[in-house]
């Protein structure tokens, strides 16, 4: 541990975590020292022989943790560090002593089958911020990931960490844990709510500049005693324009400053002793160290440091009740207000302050005072979840999803309808991922459903998208292909559709924009838009962002900061989403739930932006799928570079080699990469022939040939044999892949994913040069 001694929270807690049987929720203002009670439940465990998991809601936090857990892994703990930007084999998984995850990353392993039996060793469940149950994106996970973990008596013990649970009792009795409330804190906290000057209900700017003025203000008060600040803002632009705000009224210059111009408003608010922070603010790093260190005393932020990067402050104002459209949830203001007053930062004291419109003043008073209430979201994703459980084996039977649901916390808060659970499963029926045998009364999970589950994509958008595609014509050749994927994701993909720019990447992207409708390789670079420029509709900018990497990848090349003035760090969410559907798309070539162009094309899409920072061109993903497999999931992002390099440094553009000696950095034993170079789909020989209607295939041990004239027949063949497939007849390709002279060709998929096909999907072979 690294602390000399327990302060009174956590004397109180740690006997009864040391009891080492049974649930446990502790509960305890922020600052109190939570932390510390959760390592004590994982060592605890660890003396046991078992292995402890602690889940927390942000990769921030992981990050934050992972420091602290360094002298562990000094003294010899094994300490693996999860989130969905660090792929580990399962080996490691394995080995470890405890893991550090975001929930929904453990949740992804609770998914894969074949890491079930090292989760059945996990003795220790610690669940930072347990009060997220009630949180309307993660909350739904949480649930059902503790009701799994609730219903196995004999599986690990759940210690739950919170500041802000108003019904923990509730919350302990559903999980049967033993509640350890305190209300110690080692300074003293006080929040009030000014009074703000009434400004009119309609004119949101005018409401606004009310509330940057009030925050302007205090901050000053509390500048002149020396006291540190942070700002909270419901949006990147409001943090941009109250830092603005903020270092003018320390006397530098900002009239006429774009409020878009990052390295400006950086350089000037810098000058004044304010820094920023949100996810994709380039300097973010920057400013957490310099408010550390008090280089800096005033940081605007998003609600990201909230719960996540720990920067206490002696005053804490929150400047918006609203992030986004959306109102605020009473937790977060609470996780906010927790930043006062932190004994780490110095401070005996702690001023917290929420600036709200006077119409809604007494309902966040009556809020604040009343706390946050835990309500199951586990109903708004019924069917994702629903269908978690079958791919896990625990329901295959309406009587099985009772029970199930049963012990949920939606249905100990009175949810307990079976309606609904009967709705989700006829949806998944009809989605195509549950599929009931007939003349039985049970469930199974169809291929479809096992990979829907696996990469963690939303039954209903999943659904949605697939549908979509089928019934989109077959494009004429990779171009189009790849514009009718980018389109289709970014109107069916929240985070896609509604992605937010400032007026600076606008208009880079509406740029982006024209210059794909013109297919110009070489686009002049020009800040003017177009005159009578349409208006862009929903979905267009992301469309933008997903062009630069098909079209520009060289933009990307090296991890630059800016891509035509426009903050990388800013497009990631937007890459990240459309890059896990379309790798969910591209796993669905060997099952023929897609189209075969749609397969194909996703796969090697899905391949490019997961790697763009090594500007892969069209036809680069065979190559790099090669890589990655050499690499191994958690030296990949290491050695799946140097390997592409030294490749392309020698012109190989697909993994066809024949040698059987492996690259310098390959990191498999010899005889898994001859076992790999077998069954890729090297030496996979296609003869279509349209006049006799035969297709003659020699391809891998296991491969799955599909026709993709529309065509659903599969032959799976030996190795090293020749198979005659037949055509359908004309008639049986009508539909949406037009007839067969026009959309005839096939597509080879071997079992460990590599892929090839002919016609002009043949670019997706291999790299051209």
Same mark, same amino acid.
């Given at each position: 541990?690294?602390?000399?001694?327990?302060?009174?929270?956590?004397?109180?807690?740690?006997?009864?975590?040391?009891?080492?049987?049974?649930?446990?929720?502790?509960?305890?203002?922020?600052?109190?020292?939570?932390?510390?009670?959760?390592?004590?439940?994982?060592?605890?465990?660890?003396?046991?022989?078992?292995?402890?998991?602690?889940?927390?809601?942000?990769? !921030?936090?992981?990050?934050?943790?992972?420091?602290?857990?360094?002298?562990?892994?000094?003294?010899?703990?094994?300490?693996?560090?999860?989130?969905?930007?660090?792929?580990?084999?399962?080996?490691?998984?394995?080995?470890?002593?405890?893991?550090?995850?975001?929930?929904?990353?453990?949740?992804?392993?609770? $998914?894969?089958?074949?890491?079930?039996?090292?989760?059945?060793?996990?003795?220790?469940?610690?669940?930072?911020?347990?009060?997220?149950?009630?949180?309307?994106?993660?909350?739904?996970?949480?649930?059902?990931?503790?009701?799994?973990?609730?219903?196995?008596?004999?599986?690990?013990?759940?210690?739950?960490?919170?500041?802000?649970?108003?019904?923990?009792?509730?919350?302990?009795?559903?999980?049967?844990?033993?509640?350890?409330?305190?209300?110690?804190?080692?300074?003293?906290?006080?929040?009030?709510?000014?009074?703000?000057?009434?400004?009119?209900?309609?004119?949101?700017?005018?409401?606004?500049?009310? $509330?940057?003025?009030?925050?302007?203000?205090?901050?000053?008060?509390?500048?002149?005693?020396?006291?540190?600040?942070?700002?909270?803002?419901?949006?990147?632009?409001?943090?941009?324009?109250?830092?603005?705000? =903020?270092?003018?009224?320390?006397?530098?210059?900002?009239?006429?400053?774009?409020?878009?111009?990052?390295?400006?408003?950086?350089?000037?608010?810098?000058?004044?002793?304010?820094?920023?922070?949100?996810?994709?603010?380039?300097?973010?790093?920057?400013?957490?160290?310099? +408010?550390?260190?008090?280089?800096?005393?005033?940081?605007?932020?998003?609600?990201?440091?909230?719960?996540?990067?720990?920067?206490?402050?002696?005053?804490?104002?929150?400047?918006?009740?609203?992030?986004?459209?959306?109102?605020?949830?009473?937790?977060?203001?609470?996780?906010? +207000?927790?930043?006062?007053?932190?004994?780490?930062?110095?401070?005996?004291?702690?001023?917290?302050?929420?600036?709200?419109?006077?119409?809604?003043?007494?309902?966040?008073?009556?809020?604040?005072?009343?706390?946050?209430?835990?309500?199951?979201?586990?109903?708004?994703?019924?069917?994702?979840?629903?269908?978690?459980?079958?791919?896990?084996?625990?329901? !295959?039977?309406?009587?099985?999803?009772?029970?199930?649901?049963?012990?949920?916390?939606?249905?100990?808060?009175?949810?307990?309808?079976?309606?609904?659970?009967?709705?989700?499963?006829? +949806?998944?029926?009809?989605?195509?991922?549950?599929?009931?045998?007939?003349?039985?009364?049970?469930?199974?999970?169809?291929?479809?459903?096992?990979?829907?589950?696996?990469?963690?994509?939303?039954?209903?958008?999943?659904?949605? =998208?697939?549908?979509?595609?089928?019934?989109?014509?077959?494009?004429?050749?990779?171009?189009?292909?790849?514009?009718?994927?980018?389109?289709?994701?970014?109107?069916?993909?929240?985070?896609?559709?509604?992605?937010?720019?400032?007026?600076?990447?606008?208009?880079?992207?509406?740029?982006?924009?024209?210059?794909?409708?013109?297919?110009?390789?070489?686009?002049?670079?020009?800040?003017?838009?177009?005159?009578?420029?349409?208006?862009?509709?929903?979905?267009?900018?992301?469309?933008?962002? =997903?062009?630069?990497?098909?079209?520009?990848?060289?933009?990307?090349?090296?991890?630059?900061?800016?891509?035509?003035?426009?903050?990388?760090? !800013?497009?990631?969410?937007?890459?990240?989403?459309?890059?896990?559907?379309?790798?969910?798309?591209?796993?669905?070539?060997?099952?023929?739930?897609?189209?075969?162009?749609?397969?194909?094309?996703?796969?090697?899409?899905?391949?490019?932006?997961?790697?763009?920072?090594?500007?892969?061109?069209?036809?680069?993903?065979?190559?790099?799928?090669?890589?990655?497999?050499?690499?191994?999931?958690?030296?990949?992002?290491?050695?799946?570079?140097?390997?592409?390099?030294?490749?392309?440094?020698?012109?190989?553009?697909?993994?066809?080699?024949?040698?059987?000696?492996?690259?310098?950095?390959?990191?498999?034993?010899?005889?898994?990469?001859?076992?790999?170079?077998?069954?890729?789909?090297?030496?996979?020989?296609?003869?279509?022939?349209?006049?006799?209607?035969?297709?003659?295939?020699?391809?891998?041990?296991?491969?799955?040939?599909? =026709?993709?004239?529309?065509?659903?027949?599969?032959?799976?063949?030996?190795?090293?044999?020749?198979?005659?497939?037949?055509?359908?007849?004309?008639?049986?390709?009508?539909?949406?892949?037009?007839?067969?002279?026009?959309?005839?060709?096939?597509?080879?998929?071997?079992?460990?994913?590599?892929?090839?096909?002919?016609?002009?999907?043949?670019?997706?072979?291999?790299?051209?040069?």
């Amino acid at each position: 541990m690294p602390h000399p001694s327990f302060n009174p929270a956590q004397a109180a807690a740690v006997p009864v975590v040391r009891q080492g049987t049974g649930h446990l929720v502790v509960v305890a203002p922020t600052g109190a020292g939570k932390t510390p009670i959760g390592m004590v439940a994982a060592l605890d465990a660890h003396a046991r022989g078992e292995k402890a998991a602690w889940l927390v809601p942000q990769r !921030s936090l992981t990050d934050e943790l992972d420091r602290e857990l360094q002298l562990w892994r000094r003294r010899g703990l094994r300490v693996v560090r999860l989130t969905g930007e660090a792929a580990v084999d399962s080996g490691l998984i394995r080995a470890a002593d405890v893991w550090v995850a975001t929930t929904e990353k453990f949740e992804a392993i609770c $998914r894969a089958g074949s890491l079930r039996d090292a989760l059945a060793e996990v003795g220790c469940l610690v669940v930072d911020e347990i009060h997220l149950l009630g949180d309307p994106a993660r909350g739904a996970v949480l649930e059902a990931l503790l009701a799994r973990v609730r219903e196995d008596g004999a599986g690990a013990r759940i210690v739950g960490l919170s500041a802000t649970v108003a019904n923990a009792d509730e919350v302990a009795e559903w999980l049967g844990a033993r509640l350890v409330r305190t209300a110690w804190r080692p300074t003293r906290l006080t929040w009030q709510l000014p009074v703000l000057p009434t400004a009119d209900e309609a004119d949101w700017a005018a409401r606004a500049a009310v $509330r940057t003025e009030a925050a302007v203000r205090i901050a000053r008060g509390v500048g002149a005693d020396g006291g540190s600040v942070l700002v909270f803002c419901g949006s990147k632009r409001r943090v941009r324009a109250t830092a603005l705000a =903020l270092a003018a009224d320390r006397g530098v210059s900002t009239a006429g400053v774009d409020a878009d111009d990052a390295e400006l408003v950086e350089r000037l608010c810098t000058k004044a002793g304010v820094r920023l922070h949100y996810r994709d603010w380039p300097y973010k790093r920057d400013a957490e160290q310099a +408010f550390r260190a008090r280089e800096a005393d005033i940081l605007v932020a998003t609600s990201t440091v909230a719960a996540g990067v720990n920067l206490p402050a002696r005053a804490v104002i929150v400047a918006d009740t609203t992030i986004g459209l959306d109102r605020v949830e009473v937790s977060m203001v609470q996780q906010m +207000f927790g930043r006062a007053g932190r004994i780490g930062a110095g401070e005996r004291e702690g001023w917290a302050f929420l600036l709200a419109d006077p119409g809604e003043r007494a309902h966040w008073q009556a809020r604040l005072a009343a706390g946050y209430t835990v309500r199951s979201r586990l109903g708004d994703h019924l069917p994702d979840h629903l269908l978690a459980e079958a791919v896990q084996g625990r329901v !295959s039977a309406v009587e099985e999803a009772e029970r199930w649901w049963a012990g949920t916390l939606a249905a100990h808060q009175g949810h307990a309808g079976v309606e609904p659970l009967r709705e989700a499963a006829a +949806f998944l029926t009809t989605a195509g991922c549950l599929r009931a045998p007939a003349g039985e009364d049970r469930w199974e999970t169809s291929p479809l459903g096992r990979l829907t589950s696996r990469f963690m994509v939303e039954a209903a958008l999943a659904d949605d =998208l697939a549908t979509a595609v089928r019934e989109a014509p077959v494009p004429e050749d990779a171009f189009t292909a790849e514009r009718s994927l980018t389109a289709l994701l970014s109107t069916r993909l929240p985070v896609l559709e509604q992605a937010p720019f400032t007026d600076r990447a606008r208009t880079a992207l509406r740029r982006v924009l024209r210059e794909a409708e013109q297919e110009q390789e070489h686009p002049q670079e020009t800040d003017e838009p177009a005159r009578d420029e349409p208006k862009p509709v929903a979905g267009d900018l992301a469309r933008a962002v =997903l062009h630069l990497v098909a079209d520009r990848p060289g933009l990307f090349r090296g991890r630059p900061g800016y891509v035509l003035g426009i903050p990388v760090d !800013s497009m990631t969410g937007i890459l990240e989403e459309a890059q896990r559907y379309l790798a969910w798309l591209g796993a669905q070539g060997p099952i023929g739930t897609v189209h075969p162009w749609a397969a194909v094309v996703a796969d090697d899409l899905a391949q490019r932006i997961r790697w763009r920072a090594l500007g892969p061109d069209r036809g680069a993903g065979r190559l790099l799928w090669m890589c990655e497999r050499m690499a191994t999931a958690p030296r990949a992002p290491d050695l799946v570079p140097r390997m592409w390099r030294a490749a392309r440094a020698r012109g190989v553009d697909a993994p066809d080699w024949s040698g059987t000696t492996p690259p310098n950095d390959c990191a498999l034993p010899p005889d898994r990469y001859r076992a790999l170079l077998a069954e890729r789909a090297t030496g996979v020989r296609l003869d279509l022939r349209e006049d006799d209607g035969e297709v003659r295939v020699v391809a891998p041990p296991g491969a799955v040939i599909r =026709l993709w004239n529309g065509a659903t027949t599969t032959l799976r063949i030996g190795d090293g044999e020749e198979s005659t497939l037949l055509l359908p007849p004309d008639d049986a390709a009508d539909g949406p892949y037009g007839d067969l002279a026009g959309n005839c060709g096939a597509a080879v998929f071997t079992r460990v994913g590599d892929r090839v096909a002919t016609g002009w999907l043949g670019v997706y072979g291999a790299l051209r040069s």
